[in-house]
């Protein structure tokens, strides 16, 4: 167990749609960062918030949008949905901005598009 | 631009070593790391490399040459529960993986 938690574990919905990831970091760490992985793909870096600010973007579409609350968790909205969004959504935490070398991954919301 | 390469696969039998290599490309580098997953589970750190040399962290080590872009991990004493994914991963304040390894380990 990892200490990061992610909600939903599952998701189906349909195209157009919009759906609302859930990301609890583990106790103590400040930063969260979000990727996707589509079937037999590798990791893609979303984006990354520090202490509740954005701190790094990725190749994030402009119908994704995440934010970072007081609280530190973090939500991962995704908009507009297509079949193309079909895939399993990672969060990840660590507990300064820039000590990415050690990530902590919650185990993922599996989303599928129909 | 960025960029890493990796095998695509390696199937290798128990007992044995496998050496998954890594080489990478960016303007901003600060460590390669390795991580392992599970067929749809969640990737789990293995190692990181910030300086040149061996890290070894029991059956699992890992080695980085800033100088060449190049990295590798050793996979000792295979057992089958080492069938995974191994991604290499490089950090820019962020991680930037490579497209996997699957490594499949038969009896």
């Known amino acids: 167990d990892s200490g990061v938690t992610q909600t939903p574990k599952h998701l189906i919905t349909a195209t157009g749609q919009r759906v609302t990831l859930r990301c609890s970091p583990r106790?103590?760490?400040?930063?969260v960062y979000w990727y996707q992985q589509s079937l037999d793909q590798g990791l893609q870096f979303l984006i990354q918030?520090?202490?509740?600010?954005?701190?790094a973007k990725g190749n994030i579409l402009e119908r994704f949008s995440a934010q970072q609350f007081p609280d530190l968790h973090s939500e991962l909205n995704l908009s507009s949905l297509e079949l193309g969004d079909s895939a399993l959504y990672f969060c990840?935490?660590?507990?300064?901005?820039?000590?990415?070398?050690?990530?902590?991954f919650g185990e993922g919301s599996r989303l599928t598009v129909l | 631009g960025q960029s890493l390469e990796q095998p695509s696969e390696v199937t290798a039998v128990e007992g044995a070593i496998v050496q998954i290599n890594c080489t990478y490309q960016?303007?901003?580098?600060?460590?390669l790391s390795w991580y392992q997953q599970h067929d749809g589970g969640a990737p789990t750190f293995l190692s990181y490399?910030?300086?040149?040399g061996l890290e070894e962290t029991g059956r699992f080590s890992s080695f980085l040459s800033r100088s060449d872009s190049y990295g590798y991990l050793l996979l000792q004493e295979l057992q089958m529960k080492d069938s995974a994914s191994y991604f290499c991963?490089?950090?820019?304040?962020?991680?930037?993986f490579g497209a996997g390894t699957t490594v499949t380990v038969r009896a």
């Open positions: 918030y520090y202490n509740g600010e954005e701190r």
């Open positions: 490399n910030a300086l040149d």
């Open positions: 960016t303007s901003g580098f600060y460590g």
């Open positions: 991963a490089f950090n820019d304040y962020k991680l930037s």
């Open positions: 106790s103590g760490d400040l930063s």
């Open positions: 990840a935490s660590s507990a300064g901005s820039r000590d990415a070398g050690e990530l902590f």
